[in-house]
Nanobody, 115 residues
Framework: QVQLVESGGGLVQPGGSLRLSCAVS????????MGWYRQAPGKQRDLVAT???????NYADSVKGRFTISRDNAKNMMYLQMNSLKPEDTAVYYC?????????WGQGMQVTVSS
């Protein structure tokens, strides 16, 4: 059973930065396809970024050039560096792991961009 724990969310002013972390246990990160998703109030959960086992990366158009996804297999950690944050980035952010045993989600954490 893969377990995911997110950290690093909070309140930030427009134009600011946050770094989200996702700690993975129960499996080696090197065997997982990983991703970040977000869900704003009243909206569906959307993909933010994914990173494959081989390191290929995909971003939602809305975050390209501002967000950077990365993984540290040795530490079993995934990260999302978010720069130039906008009010529309406000959402609950989730990390997700795709494994042979199925898909696993973290509990989610709030990111609020507001002055």
């Amino acid at each position: 059973q893969v377990q995911l724990v997110e950290s690093g969310g909070g309140l930030v002013q427009p134009g600011g930065s946050l770094r989200l972390s996702c700690a993975v246990s129960g499996s080696s990160l090197s065997s997982l396809l990983m991703g970040w998703y977000r869900q704003a109030p009243g909206k569906q959960r959307d993909l933010v970024a994914t990173i494959t086992i081989g390191g290929s990366i995909n971003y939602a158009d809305s975050v390209k050039g501002r967000f950077t996804i990365s993984r540290d297999n040795a530490k079993n950690m995934m990260y999302l560096q978010m720069n130039s944050l906008k009010p529309e980035d406000t959402a609950v952010y989730y990390c997700k792991a795709d494994s042979l045993q199925g898909d696993f989600w973290g509990q989610g954490m709030q990111v609020t961009v507001s002055s």
